[in-house]
């Protein structure tokens, strides 16, 4: 690891107004050689960052950290029934939140069955969200692949058997963050914190971006801004959520699928609302449009469940090695579907 200078941010304004770069930016090395030695980038947890300097993939100059920064570790309900977490909320905190356990099941689970209890406890739900992906292609300094501006995704010819099934334009990375598997679900926007004290404030969903968009980096976050919170819509008091995930082990482990339902039912059991969303499954957080469409006005029970399990695979495209995950996704669609109408 390449020395680094370090400040301590003692305000969002202060952060935002350090002279960051994305790490997405600062990884960039469009020859084929060297990353950028002259890179600020901003530290929460610190968990991926320091994996990425530790291999030699992240040089940065500066780093900014922003533990210190008051606020931003809170939970805060809001006078309009909206949940603000600020963006150092660790993955432990958000797992054990009363509020968060009581209107967002979904997420605490998420939460409480990422990584290690360690980890948890260090790591933070901003640095969740804006983790670089796993792929061990990315991952690799002797790999120079498309996302870290080579020509090549070595995925598609090579191991794929934790990669995309769907929307994989160029890259078939599938996106880290399990905590953001239940945020899309929720509806949750994020706020952005920009160097002249304005907010961006935009939909999750929006936040991420597909290769085909942008190969280079999974979210539109710009130099300088900072992601200071995340905020969880007002839920109807019927709404349910279920966070269903699969590992090839039962400890902390990556997922190799994960599902996030959202569900809302009418006094006679019909679906009102639903969202389903499916992780480790995509560049992005992928909706499941096509089985939400198959549950709406419909009563929630094994056969609707099955039927929308089922058009949750409408456009996969497994790669060689990953065809055992749409059977995986459909089995844990239909549970978590009929879960949420039991909670």
Same mark, same amino acid.
């Given at each position: 690891?390449?020395?680094?200078?370090? #400040?301590n941010?003692?305000s +969002?304004a202060?952060?935002? !107004?350090?002279?960051?770069t994305t +790490?997405?930016?600062a990884?960039m090395?469009?020859?084929g050689?060297?990353?950028s030695?002259?890179?600020?980038?901003?530290?929460?947890?610190?968990? *991926?960052? #320091?994996? &990425?300097m530790?291999?030699? &993939?992240l040089?940065?100059?500066?780093?900014v950290?922003?533990?210190?920064? @008051?606020? $931003?570790?809170?939970?805060?309900?809001? /006078?309009?029934g909206?949940?603000?977490?600020?963006?150092?909320?660790?993955l432990?905190?958000? @797992?054990?939140?009363?509020?968060?356990?009581?209107r967002?099941?979904?997420?605490?689970?998420?939460a409480?069955?990422?990584a290690s209890?360690?980890?948890? /406890?260090?790591?933070?739900?901003?640095?969740?969200?804006?983790q670089?992906?796993?792929c061990?292609?990315?991952?690799?300094?002797?790999?120079?692949?498309?996302?870290k501006?080579?020509?090549?995704?070595?995925a598609?010819? !090579?191991?794929?058997?934790?990669?995309?099934?769907?929307?994989?334009?160029?890259?078939?990375? +599938?996106?880290?963050?399990?905590s953001?598997?239940?945020l899309?679900?929720?509806?949750?926007?994020?706020?952005?914190?920009?160097?002249d004290?304005?907010?961006?404030?935009?939909?999750l969903?929006?936040?991420f971006?597909?290769?085909?968009?942008?190969?280079?980096?999974?979210?539109?976050?710009?130099?300088?801004?900072? $992601?200071s919170?995340?905020?969880?819509?007002?839920?109807?008091?019927?709404?349910? =959520? +279920?966070?269903?995930?699969?590992?090839?082990? *039962?400890?902390? *482990?990556?997922? %190799?699928?994960?599902v996030?339902? $959202? &569900?809302?039912?009418?006094?006679?059991?019909?679906?009102?609302?639903v =969202?389903?969303?499916?992780?480790?499954?995509?560049?992005?957080?992928?909706?499941?449009q096509?089985?939400? @469409?198959? &549950? %709406?006005?419909?009563?929630?029970q094994e056969q609707?469940?099955?039927?929308?399990?089922?058009a949750? #695979?409408n456009?996969?495209?497994?790669l060689?090695? /990953?065809?055992?995950?749409?059977?995986?996704f459909?089995?844990?669609?239909?549970?978590?579907?009929? *879960?949420a109408?039991?909670?």
């Amino acid at each position: 690891m390449h020395r680094f200078e370090w #400040l301590n941010a003692t305000s +969002v304004a202060e952060a935002a !107004g350090a002279g960051a770069t994305t +790490v997405a930016a600062a990884m960039m090395a469009p020859t084929g050689g060297r990353v950028s030695q002259d890179a600020i980038v901003v530290k929460a947890g610190g968990i *991926d960052l #320091l994996d &990425l300097m530790k291999e030699g &993939l992240l040089q940065p100059r500066r780093v900014v950290n922003l533990r210190g920064i @008051a606020g $931003l570790d809170q939970v805060i309900e809001q /006078n309009d029934g909206t949940v603000r977490v600020g963006a150092m909320v660790t993955l432990a905190t958000l @797992a054990s939140n009363a509020v968060i356990l009581q209107r967002y099941a979904a997420l605490a689970s998420a939460a409480g069955n990422s990584a290690s209890p360690q980890i948890r /406890n260090v790591a933070t739900l901003g640095g969740n969200l804006l983790q670089r992906p796993r792929c061990w292609y990315f991952r690799s300094a002797h790999h120079h692949c498309a996302r870290k501006g080579g020509e090549v995704c070595f995925a598609f010819g !090579g191991d794929n058997r934790y990669h995309a099934i769907f929307d994989q334009a160029g890259c078939a990375i +599938v996106h880290p963050s399990t905590s953001g598997t239940a945020l899309v679900a929720f509806g949750a926007s994020v706020e952005l914190a920009q160097p002249d004290g304005a907010r961006r404030v935009i939909p999750l969903e929006q936040f991420f971006l597909l290769p085909d968009k942008d190969i280079t980096r999974e979210n539109n976050l710009k130099p300088g801004e900072l $992601l200071s919170a995340i905020v969880l819509p007002k839920l109807s008091s019927s709404a349910k =959520s +279920v966070h269903l995930k699969q590992g090839e082990k *039962d400890s902390f *482990d990556w997922p %190799i699928a994960d599902v996030a339902v $959202l &569900l809302d039912r009418d006094p006679n059991g019909l679906c009102t609302k639903v =969202s389903i969303v499916l992780g480790s499954a995509a560049p992005v957080p992928h909706r499941a449009q096509a089985a939400e @469409a198959a &549950l %709406i006005g419909k009563p929630v029970q094994e056969q609707t469940a099955r039927d929308a399990a089922r058009a949750a #695979l409408n456009g996969a495209a497994p790669l060689s090695k /990953n065809a055992y995950k749409p059977p995986i996704f459909e089995t844990l669609v239909r549970r978590a579907i009929l *879960d949420a109408a039991q909670v």
